[in-house]
């Protein structure tokens, strides 16, 4: 049997749950929320009962640590009405106050926003849109994000008659 210098044993054992109370407070930090902006949209596919399109989004991590990012899930408003909705996988890790750019498929109403172009393109002012949904973190954990800004239309519809 071996003897250990008395002190020793309580020190060690003592700097051990440090460090494990430690590593497991680092993983019970809450997570806010990522940044997601709507950088382009173009059509994928048009068809008479679904369409899909493509849409540019910047995920921006505001963590400081990397943000495991194993799927999305997407609803895109503009000028106040949901013209399109996706999901999936998506498996990014974003590092810590870092950002990515990534393309995803949306299926949507293109009809109802047709039936709006008209007057949202004789507009001077910018479209206002809204991105919301959840970003699964890790593969566990559901986290909602909501972000809402403006689009110039005349890059938006530049940028969609050039993808034909």
Partial sequence: MRSHPRGATPVALLSLLGLLVAGCASLTRPWIAP???????????????????????????????????????YRLSLEGEEVAAGGGELQRQIPAFGEESVEVSLTGDLARLAARLPTLALQSRPWQYQIAGTVSVGGLLP?????????????????????N
Avoid: F, W
């Fill in 35 to 73: 940044e997601v902006m709507l950088t382009s949209i173009r059509p994928q596919q048009l068809g008479l009962a679904q369409q899909s399109m493509l849409v540019g989004l910047r995920i921006s991590n505001p963590n400081d640590r990397t943000l495991p990012i194993k799927a999305m899930t």
């Fill in 143 to 163: 986290l909602p994000y909501r972000y809402a800004g403006e689009l110039d239309p005349r890059g938006l519809l530049r940028g969609a008659a050039g993808h």
